[in-house]
């Protein structure tokens, strides 16, 4: 994927267009009621992932609302408010339900519809073959770690004080990695 980009705007009515993923897109509401759109093709059975990271991390006022269209711009296939435990931030995990290459929508807002440049975010988006996975414990050397395909998603946590967590991948020199925890 091409790492982080900027949203282009205007992106309320015509969909940015992400060609290249996985993605972390860099945008703001940057106003009252203002919807960012973007557009990402996808093939039936794969899993899409898109996760709003925005006042867990980078403290923005933005209480994301996600959501996901199908391309005829009407029918709304997942959405999302507040997934995360004490944050504002949203996540969405679905599988592409149509055969082929398939154009999907996704839109960012604010879900009490402000904006301004202290709501900033930025939008993950991945699609992946595999399913994504959970940690199996123990993981915490190099002769049990868990492995992670590329793209992957792992859920995991920290079940008790001082865990520790690791993992493998298989890749290729010269490839380029995204890792987000």
Avoid: C, K
């Avoid at 993923?21 to 898109?50: C, H, K």
């Avoid at 959501?67 to 709304?76: P, R």
């Amino acid at each position: 994927g091409l790492g982080d980009i900027f949203e282009d705007e205007p992106n309320d009515s015509v969909a940015h267009i992400l060609d290249d993923v996985p993605v972390n897109v860099v945008g703001e509401t940057s106003f009252a009621d203002d919807i960012d759109f973007f557009a990402i093709t996808a093939e039936g059975g794969e899993q899409v992932r898109l996760e709003v990271i925005a006042d867990r991390i980078f403290g923005s006022d933005l209480d994301s609302f996600l959501y996901v269209i199908d391309e005829d711009g009407e029918t709304t296939l997942a959405s999302n408010d507040d997934f995360f435990d004490g944050s504002r931030d949203s996540f969405i995990r679905f599988i592409a339900p149509v055969s082929g290459n398939h154009v999907y929508f996704i839109g960012v807002t604010d879900f009490g519809g402000f904006g301004g440049s202290t709501y900033d975010y930025v939008l993950n988006v991945s699609i992946a073959d595999a399913p994504d996975r959970v940690e199996v414990e123990p993981n915490d050397t190099t002769g049990n770690a868990d492995e992670i395909p590329i793209p992957g998603f792992v859920f995991a946590d920290t079940e008790f004080n001082d865990d520790l967590d690791i993992y493998f991948i298989e890749g290729f020199a010269g490839e380029s990695l995204i890792v987000d925890v």
